[in-house]
């Protein structure tokens, strides 16, 4: 994380173009969401799950490329929820090999809140 946000000051400071800086600051939100909140509201944290993951794909981040994100997201729900996260875990298994669509982010993200809400 603290790579990420040294080049993106660098990037700035050396008059890279703006649209670097960017793509790395909105990279390093990324990467840090992909560890369940400690102390932060968690609603707010899958609002930022929501956000992030919209700002990574308009700026074609590799890191939202595929399927990632929402293997990256239900890896991160693990310490949280962790027989959700083994269900999704082992139904993407069973989607891929059916050569069946994942869920989009967005899906997955409401479909943990329904189940944290039950």
């Keep these: 994380m603290q790579h990420h946000l040294r080049h993106a000051r660098l990037a700035q400071a050396t008059g890279a173009p703006a649209d670097d800086a960017r ?3 909105v990279a390093t939100q990324y990467t840090r969401l992909k560890e369940a909140p400690k102390n932060q509201n968690y609603e707010t944290w899958l609002q ?12 074609s981040l590799p890191e939202v490329d595929g399927d990632r994100s929402v293997e990256d997201f239900v890896y991160a729900v693990e310490p949280i929820t962790p027989s959700w996260s083994e269900y999704w ?9 059916k050569k069946e669509r994942l869920p989009s982010l967005f899906e997955l993200v409401e479909m943990h809140r329904n189940y944290r809400r039950m």
Excluded: A
Aim: hydrophobic fraction near 30%; include cysteine; charged fraction near 40%.
């Design 89 to 97: 875990k082992n139904g993407f298994q069973r989607l891929k090999w």
């Design 48 to 59: 930022e799950w929501e956000k992030v993951y919209t700002e990574c794909k308009e700026l």
């Design 23 to 25: 793509k790395l600051q």
